[in-house]
């Protein structure tokens, strides 16, 4: 393929995971990589900068449709980035480290992990649980519009999501994505964050996190431009449209298409990672 | 004895709600921050690809071999270079610096929010994340 060739392709290919990560919430990141490597041959580490770049434009260009609904925690992001940066950063030091193989047999895991979260049905949110010493005192309770008005929650478990966060950091710094899955897991289960206000404060910290990896990744020279190029503005372009259109669309059958895809691409990277084939 | 009757105040018009910093309207200032940044960031790409993709027409596509880019598109200092020679990838590469810069100014932003709401914990919890940020944007080799 020529360059404008490979270019159009992937843009095409980005446009449509981001659409299709947006529709289902299940992020656009966690498939390019696969996508790249085992159909474009790309090199993971080219295919691990291209996807994080494009992560922090799809957080950041969401951002400002999120925020006006009034769900998302600016104090509980903020507390909380301070375990996932510095996850990310260990990430991204760890990624130049171990080789090739290790980073795909990861990747493998992470994305059946994907598959079967975005399957589990969720158990019902509890209310009116009691203030947590130390969430009081962290100020991190609210309250978000419901639809009987306002609505007050109080944040659980604060060590155990710090933890987790700082796993979902790390991983995000290590393989190029988002990592929202985990994100909400330590919000909605462990904190037990409301769900709506989980899914949009985890966007916002999407990006933050990502930011603190891409440095990294770019002075070590994994961001090549003509690959990141294509993916970035794909991926922004599919994920803007994406957010428009998501009331209307029918996101069940769609989120049970994506789960499949995630599910197939980590046997895939799993096979590719165990017989050294990445 | 008549009743003391309280005096009437002549019917003021109603007052708009006293603006303060709140966290849902620093947030959606914010908000608008980051969506103008990553605009700004996509069009600087994408002018660098009109560049890249006109004098690379007929080269083939290979990123089968990993080589780690050329240190003109590693450092801040060598991609404004690159961008200075008119090349299309260092326009690429300084639309995606604008990228990565562009959540470490909401983070820098949030800083003075919490400080307006003098709110101490936050902005030394805000600090520490921006101190991580910059370490990783300058402190990993990126700055030279």
């Known amino acids: 393929m020529t360059i404008p060739e490979f270019t159009a392709v992937v843009a095409i290919v980005s446009f449509v995971a981001g659409l299709l990560g947006s529709l289902t919430g299940l992020g656009g990141g966690v498939v390019l990589v696969p996508l790249l490597t085992i159909f474009f041959h790309v090199d993971i580490r080219y295919a691990i900068g291209a996807s994080l770049v494009s992560v922090i434009a799809t957080s950041s260009g969401a951002a400002a449709s999120y925020v006006k609904e009034g769900f998302s925690n600016i104090r509980i992001g903020m507390f909380l980035e301070i375990a996932t940066t510095f996850g990310a950063l260990l990430g991204a030091f760890l990624a130049t480290r171990i080789p090739t193989s290790a980073l795909a047999i990861i990747f493998g895991a992470v994305l059946l992990y994907s598959a079967y979260l975005s399957r589990k049905p969720r158990p019902p949110a509890q209310r009116n649980l009691p203030a947590d010493a130390l969430a009081t005192r962290l100020r991190l309770n609210g309250s978000f519009p419901d639809l009987g008005g306002e609505r007050s929650y109080n944040v659980q478990h604060v060590p155990t999501g710090f933890s987790l966060m700082f796993g979902a950091g790390a991983l995000s710094g290590l393989l190029g994505i988002g990592s929202g899955a985990v994100k909400v897991l330590a919000m909605d289960q462990a ?5 709506k206000v989980s899914t949009t404060t985890s966007n916002f910290m999407i990006g933050v996190t990502a930011a603190a990896s891409a440095g990294v990744y770019l002075s070590r020279g994994y ?3 003509g690959l990141s190029m294509p993916v970035m503005l794909g991926v ?11 009331v209307k669309a029918e996101t069940k059958s769609l989120r049970l298409v994506f789960s499949v895809v995630i599910l197939v691409l980590g046997l895939q990277m799993l096979y590719n990672g165990l017989w050294g084939k990445i | 004895m008549p009743a003391i009757q309280a005096p009437v105040r ?7 709600p006293p603006q303060t910093w709140d966290d849902h309207r620093i947030e959606v200032i914010l908000g608008n921050l980051l969506r103008g940044g990553v605009l700004l960031s996509a069009a600087i790409v994408l002018w660098g690809a009109c560049i890249y993709l006109s004098r690379h027409a007929h080269e083939p596509a290979d990123y089968r071999i990993f080589r780690g880019e050329p240190s003109e598109y590693r450092t801040i200092h060598g ?8 090349r299309g990838r260092g326009l690429i590469q300084l639309g995606l610096l604008f990228l990565i810069a562009t959540p470490i100014a909401r983070v820098g932003f949030s800083i003075v929010g919490f400080a307006l709401e003098r709110d101490r914990m936050y902005v ?3 600090l520490i994340v921006l101190a991580i940020l910059l370490y990783s944007l300058l402190g990993s080799g990126l700055g030279g």
């Open chain 2, 124 to 126: 030394i919890f805000t």
């Open chain 1, 191 to 195: 904190m037990r964050i409301p769900f």
């Open chain 1, 223 to 225: 961001v090549d431009p």
């Open chain 2, 79 to 86: 991609v404004i270079e690159s961008v200075m020679n008119g």
């Open chain 2, 10 to 16: 002549p019917p003021q018009p109603p007052q708009p």
């Open chain 1, 236 to 246: 922004l372009g599919g994920s803007l449209l994406g957010s428009r259109i998501l």
